[in-house]
């Protein structure tokens, strides 16, 4: 009796060891895609997966999913923090018809970063994308290096209702409703929202009194909803920072 309970519990600590280990692999700090992986595979640079929604789940909170080469990755549903990284000078790609691009869905401490991305809505056709990017909870998203068109509502659609940062850094979006689209669903804090503008033309130092290379400014807004009535008016449109609503330059 005793060397069978004992078998029985070997036998539960080697499943539970094998288990944990399977986790483990599962969930790499970095994963790669490409656009001739798979998603069966475990998403290592040498085996990528095909699209970031294979990825992510084999990616641990506060990892980061990199682009191999070009590739459109499809859409994605983020519930964590994490790092999405399409790469410099190749089109990493999301494409989606009738539905959100990115969709932020993490908790009110999570940080999500997505840098060199390009977002495609397909608007003209018969089932556009409705936006880029939808925030509904985290903390803060940075936005960067992206090239967002042709949404059929927004580039960046932020409803968050809690205390909450955006970031959008050297970023264009262009043929959308609207560029930037803050609206809280309900409650009264504050979203703090960065967006880096470029200058048209070189900056002349006063200093120097030379023209020095093109430089950036920040425009910071803070928007804090009292009343539904009030939350109709938070909405900040690309043409209130002087640029055309629809076709814009890069933020």
Excluded at 107 to 130: E, H, K, M, Y
Excluded at 181 to 210: C, D, K, M, Y
Aim: glycine content about 8%; some cysteine.
């Amino acid at each position: 009796m005793n060397k069978f309970r004992f078998t029985i519990n070997a036998l539960a600590v080697l499943v539970f060891t094998l288990a944990f280990a399977s986790l483990a692999q599962a969930q790499a700090s970095r994963t790669w895609v490409s656009g001739v992986g798979d998603d069966a595979n475990p998403c290592s640079r040498t085996a990528p997966c095909k699209t970031f929604a294979g990825a992510i789940s084999k990616t641990a909170n506060f990892g980061e999913i990199d682009a191999l080469d070009p590739g459109g990755f499809g859409a994605l549903t983020i519930t964590k923090s994490i790092t999405i990284d399409g790469g410099g000078g190749q089109v990493a790609s999301v494409l989606t018809a009738g539905t959100p691009g990115i969709q932020i869905s993490a908790t009110a401490t999570d940080v999500i970063t997505l840098n060199n991305l390009r977002f495609q809505g397909l608007r003209g056709t018969g089932s556009p994308g409705t936006n880029a990017i939808r925030i509904t909870n985290a903390l803060a998203v940075h936005v960067m290096n992206c090239i967002i068109e042709n949404w059929g509502n927004n580039g960046i659609d932020d409803v968050r209702t809690n205390l909450s940062f955006l970031e959008v850094n050297n970023t264009s979006i262009t043929n959308c409703n609207n560029g930037i689209s803050v609206v809280p669903a309900s409650g009264s804090n504050a979203i703090n929202v960065h967006v880096g503008l470029r200058t048209s033309r070189p900056e002349f130092s006063r200093r120097t009194r030379e023209r020095e290379p093109v430089t950036w400014r920040l425009i910071s807004a803070w928007f804090r909803p009292t009343s539904p009535a009030s939350r109709q008016t938070r909405q900040i449109r690309l043409s209130e920072f002087r640029i055309p609503p629809r076709y814009t330059t890069s933020a």
